[in-house]
């Protein structure tokens, strides 16, 4: 049974910091990420990272968010800086095999909420 289990979403002031974390189990993935969705809106990419370390970042992440993978460990980490309002949404970790044109596996998502 494939699973990918979050963890550290939580309430952060703006202009804070907040590392998201993600353990995948029963699979190994070419492709792991994170997308997030917001109240009323789509989910989109915000991040993701291949197992030869190619990085892909939506526009609002690139220069604040940051992806790192374990490989042997197979975890994938988000590390968000410099977090606005408007990053409030919840964040699910994502598993892509290669060959596919999306995410074959989904976390059940952890809550990031940026407030004062």
């Known amino acids: 049974q494939v699973q990918l289990v979050e963890s550290g979403g939580g309430l952060v002031q703006p202009g804070g910091t907040l590392r998201l974390s993600c353990a995948a189990s029963?699979?190994?993935?070419?492709?792991m990420g994170w997308y997030r969705q917001a109240p009323g809106k789509q989910r989109v990419l915000v991040a993701t990272?291949?197992?030869?370390?190619?990085?892909t970042y939506a526009e609002f992440a690139k220069g604040r968010f940051s992806i790192s993978r374990d490989k042997a460990k197979n975890t994938v980490d988000l590390q968000m800086n410099s977090l606005q309002p408007e990053d409030t949404a919840v964040y699910y970790c994502?598993?892509?095999?290669?060959?596919?044109?999306?995410?074959?596996?989904w976390g059940q998502g952890t809550q990031v909420t940026v407030a004062s």
């Open positions: 029963g699979s190994s993935f070419y492709d």
């Open positions: 990272i291949t197992t030869g370390n190619g990085r």
């Open positions: 994502s598993g892509r095999h290669y060959g596919d044109g999306s995410p074959n596996s």
